[in-house]
T-cell receptor
């Protein structure tokens, strides 16, 4: 069975500082990996995804993530955050042969001025 | 192009009452999903559909029923609401299987008293 663990429930950071949101997964088969963002009182929207190929994936709003198969991780990074990045971030994993996507519990990023 | 819409946005039910949540998408997507979001638990899949006329159970299907009579609509029913079903419900759709990103609706906040 698949599972996703987001290692931090909350991450406070100052504006213009770098940030890393950590995600580990477990699966016995090949996976697709996603990061979604949820702004207050909205649905989720896709930030980036890893399907295959290059392990460094770039997404919207300056975010990027690196797929590490040996560590079973897919950490999300941004070199300099803005106040507008304050949101909840969800890591998600799908089996290549399955129908469903499993979401992590979420990490709340709070950017302070 | 409205994307994914959900009706209603808010609802308060008394224990034992029934209701139906409507999800509609105008992107001609095959797959549709119902999730519930509870604090600290991320999104949990209730039911999903891989095409018109088909439905399947997700992680937490008990107490819910679904129907997909038309490709663009996915209905979630609560036959006898319980306080444990107080949650935010999200509908999502995707072009096909887990390779593709999911598009989310704005959510329905349900309170059962």
């Amino acid at each position: 069975a698949q599972s996703v663990t987001q290692l931090d429930s909350q991450v406070p950071v100052f504006e213009e500082a770098p940030v890393e949101l950590r995600c580990n997964y477990s699966s016995s088969v090949s996976v697709y990996l996603f990061w979604y963002v949820q702004y207050p009182n909205q649905g989720l929207q896709l930030l980036l995804k890893y399907l295959s190929g290059s392990t460094l994936v770039k997404g919207i709003n300056g975010f990027e993530a690196e797929f590490n198969k040996s560590q079973t991780s897919f950490h999300l990074r941004k070199p300099s955050v803005h106040i507008s990045d304050t949101a909840e971030y969800f890591c998600a994993v799908s089996n290549t042969g399955g129908f469903k996507t499993i979401f992590g519990a979420g990490t709340r990023l709070f950017v302070k001025a | 192009n409205a994307g994914v819409t959900q009706t209603p946005k808010f609802r308060v039910l008394k224990t034992g009452q029934s209701m139906t949540l409507l999800c509609a998408q105008d992107m001609n997507h095959e797959y549709m999903y119902w999730y519930r979001q509870d604090p600290g638990m991320g999104l949990r899949l209730i039911h999903y559909s891989v095409g018109e006329g088909t439905t399947a159970k997700g992680e937490v299907p008990d107490g819910y029923n679904v129907s997909r009579l038309k490709k663009q609509n996915f209905l979630l029913g609560l036959e006898s609401a319980a306080p444990s079903q107080t949650s935010v419900y999200f509908c999502a759709s995707s072009y096909a299987g887990p390779y593709y990103e999911q598009y989310f609706g704005p959510g329905t906040r349900l309170t059962v008293t």
